[in-house]
């Protein structure tokens, strides 16, 4: 009789752990708040969030023309700085290039000394008690918008960053699409026009023409070509146009910046076209520094699309300008710090 009894006590007690860890995993497995990093071309943006997402604090700091491991030490003081005192469960990273998984090493273009870093490393050896987690900068917008953003709730939505460069981050069936080297989502490549020129080896064809950078360089090429036609964009020195200089002269009517903008819309909405294609996603997200200025543009880059795309697979996606911003990028490190807080 004891031994039925002491029984059932421990099936009890069991049962009321199980419930306890039910509860725990559903929850998140953790009170413990989460830490952001958003790694850019000049700066680094941090934020803490807690458990449902909410911003807590946030904080940044200029790279001044930091190298190599001067930006490390810049992202592990800054990491530091903003999670004093609080119980940190993981951290995570949004770099401006590739992240290879198996290495945990980087390659960041707009960062000198940032061909094969070892971030992940330095990181855990900063942090040696929190996970810490490290994806591209197409990966975490495209993690951003499905958090907290324009793709909230998808399993299957594109990112189609437009600002100094050209990336795509792909959700398939929930999943980031990452490709053999993670290279997935490099689709600044893209041929959208003939021929292929050797101009295009450096960047790709697609982000030549119509990159924030692309539309700058465009420009320099028409005005080179065309030296008596009459241009706002004349003003500038011709190596310090920028491309929200086209933008401003567009608002000013002036024929070349339309020109440039006319061509730009036709690539962006092949590129839409040939991602809708392929991935059939349920939203398409357009984002980044040129969207921004160029969110103007979206009855236009969607009819142009629809041009290209196939038809069925058009007609199911929804085409949006990102809800985040600049804050896509941070917001998704935040949620590859979330995701890791609760394995």
Request: hydrophobic fraction near 45%; glycine fraction near 12%; include cysteine.
């Amino acid at each position: 009789m004891k031994q039925v009894f002491f029984t059932c006590i421990c099936v009890y007690i069991l049962a009321i752990l199980l419930h306890l860890v039910i509860r725990c995993h559903q929850s998140g497995g953790t009170n413990t708040q989460v830490l952001g990093i958003d790694l850019g071309g000049t700066k680094i943006a941090a934020a803490l969030f807690a458990q449902e997402g909410k911003l807590i604090s946030r904080g940044s700091a200029l790279l001044e023309g930091r190298q190599g491991q001067e930006v490390g030490a810049l992202i592990t003081a800054t990491a530091r700085r903003l999670a004093e005192g609080e119980e940190i469960g993981a951290i995570g990273i949004c770099i401006p290039g590739i992240y290879y998984a198996r290495t945990g090493r980087v390659w960041a273009p707009n960062i000198p000394g940032w061909n094969d870093y070892p971030l992940l490393e330095e990181l855990q050896q900063a942090f040696p008690a929190i996970t810490v987690r490290v994806d591209s900068d197409r990966a975490c917008y495209i993690l951003g918008e499905t958090w907290q953003g324009a793709a909230r709730g998808c399993r299957n939505a594109i990112f189609l960053a437009v600002g100094t460069g050209i990336g795509a981050g792909i959700l398939v069936d929930g999943r980031i699409l990452r490709g053999h080297d993670d290279i997935a989502g490099a689709v600044g490549w893209m041929g959208l026009t003939q021929p292929w020129h050797p101009k295009y080896a450096a960047c790709g064809c697609f982000e030549y023409h119509a990159a924030g950078d692309g539309l700058a360089r465009v420009a320099r090429e028409y005005l080179a070509a065309n030296p008596a036609a009459p241009s706002i964009l004349r003003t500038r020195p011709e190596q310090e146009l920028k491309g929200a200089d086209i933008f401003t002269a567009f608002d000013q009517d002036d024929p070349l910046a339309q020109r440039i903008l006319d061509e730009a819309i036709v690539h962006w909405g092949m590129a839409v076209a040939n991602l809708v294609s392929a991935f059939n996603p349920e939203k398409f997200i357009l984002g980044g520094g040129v969207f921004g200025p160029a969110a103007r543009f979206l009855d236009r880059i969607r009819a142009e699309a629809q041009k290209w795309s196939q038809p069925i697979a058009f007609s199911r996606v929804t085409l949006e300008i990102s809800a985040l911003g600049g804050d896509a990028g941070l917001i998704g490190a935040g949620s590859l710090a979330l995701a890791a807080a609760r394995e």
